[in-house]
């Protein structure tokens, strides 16, 4: 049933070409140049119309969350908040008829995204359940919704839920931006023709994963590790770092990489790896200069780099490349080598990659 991986996180990961093309089936509709997308048609003037977005989740789904944040006020300018589920329900939040809510569960099970869109409901929300798993409980709670169609997810970790999460997301945000007359054309379609491109382009950022287990064996004993990256990046090394923690129970977290020389700056050394996302486009200069800040006080850099990159590769200790794409949709890819680089360093501890301790796959306690 591994289908001849060891763990079910190895093969979810390298299931994502196929998850990403599962989500996109039927709604990425180049030819036609529209996303179809019913739940969102049949709703479109009550979206359209939101005062705001609140997007409720946790754990990965969160940085989905973050990622789509990126993407909605881009492409359709409406403001978007993403929120732990567990906070924005216990703090007597303003919610009104005028908002629209997402709420993005893996397993549609998670009892506070479902206790917050219940709060959401009966403060007359519209509530948008993007889920997983069919017919599960925040799906059947949600006004109306999308499946990521990701199909089952075993491992704890959770790997393709997120690409797909954030795919589907990407078509909603896509979608409304068309209707609205947010987007050209030529932006449109080139998004449109991108997103059907990811598959092919995931599949080889996956081969590359021999380099990842050479990096893997150098870092496997660290007992701390940074991820730093700004804009549509950010949320992917928030999540680079959770991937961490959860499976490898190394120490681990994840930075908007500006933020650095505000305080995490104090712990590097020469012990410390630091993770960059510096695709080109997305802040690329900046970020460069964020690896020199590191450079300077001798941390390790493992640099997340599109193909071709010269600038990062002088500079960083380790290059893992990623085919290029607009920014909008390079979470796709810079995430893959991140999930990889968890996995190998787990396995490389002994640890139980698809149990880790302490973890369950679906929290539905509150
Ligand atoms: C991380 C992980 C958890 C879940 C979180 C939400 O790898 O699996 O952080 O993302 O518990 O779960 P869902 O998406 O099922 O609501």
Not at 348 to 360: E, F
Request: glycine share 8%; charged share 25%; with cysteine.
């Amino acid at each position: 049933e591994k289908n001849g991986f060891d763990h079910f996180m190895l093969k979810e990961i390298h299931e994502q070409p196929e998850a990403i093309k599962d989500t996109y089936r039927g709604r990425l509709r180049i030819n036609d140049g529209i996303i179809k997308m019913a739940g969102i048609e049949d709703n479109l003037e009550r979206i359209l119309n939101a005062n705001r977005i609140i997007i409720v989740a946790c754990g990965t789904s969160w940085h989905a969350g973050l990622v789509a944040e990126y993407i909605f006020e881009d492409l359709v300018r409406i403001p978007v908040e993403v929120e732990y589920a567990s906070e924005f329900r216990y703090r007597n939040p303003i919610i009104t008829s005028k908002d629209v809510v997402i709420a993005i569960s893996q397993s549609g099970e998670t009892a506070d995204t479902l206790a917050a869109i219940k709060l959401a409901k009966q403060n007359g929300a519209f509530v948008f359940g993007v889920c997983n798993v069919v017919g599960s409980t925040i799906a059947r709670e949600s006004h109306a919704g999308a499946y990521t169609h990701a199909g089952p997810e075993i491992g704890v970790a959770s790997t393709k839920a997120f690409t797909t999460q954030i795919t589907v997301l990407t078509l909603i945000a896509l979608k409304l931006a068309q209707s609205k007359g947010a987007i050209s054309k030529t932006e449109f379609h080139n998004y449109l023709a991108e997103m059907e491109a990811i598959p092919t382009k995931v599949e080889e950022s996956l081969k590359i994963d021999g380099h990842i287990q050479e990096i893997a064996s150098v870092f496997k004993d660290v007992p701390n590790f940074l991820y730093l990256g700004r804009g549509y990046n950010f949320p992917v090394a928030l999540e680079g770092a959770l991937k961490l923690k959860e499976i490898s129970y190394i120490h681990a977290e994840g930075y908007p990489a500006a933020e650095m020389k505000h305080g995490p700056i104090a712990l590097i050394d020469e012990q410390m790896p630091v993770v960059v996302i510096a695709t080109k486009k997305g802040h690329y200069e900046k970020v460069v200069s964020n690896i020199q800040e590191i450079k300077s006080r001798k941390g390790k850099i493992i640099g997340i780099v599109t193909e071709g990159d010269t600038e990062v590769k002088s500079m960083a200790d380790y290059v893992i490349e990623v085919p290029e794409t607009i920014e909008g949709l390079t979470p796709l890819l810079t995430t893959i080598p991140l999930q990889l680089l968890s996995y190998h360093i787990a396995v490389m501890r002994g640890c139980n990659v698809d149990q880790p301790r302490n973890l369950a796959k679906s929290v539905t306690v509150e």
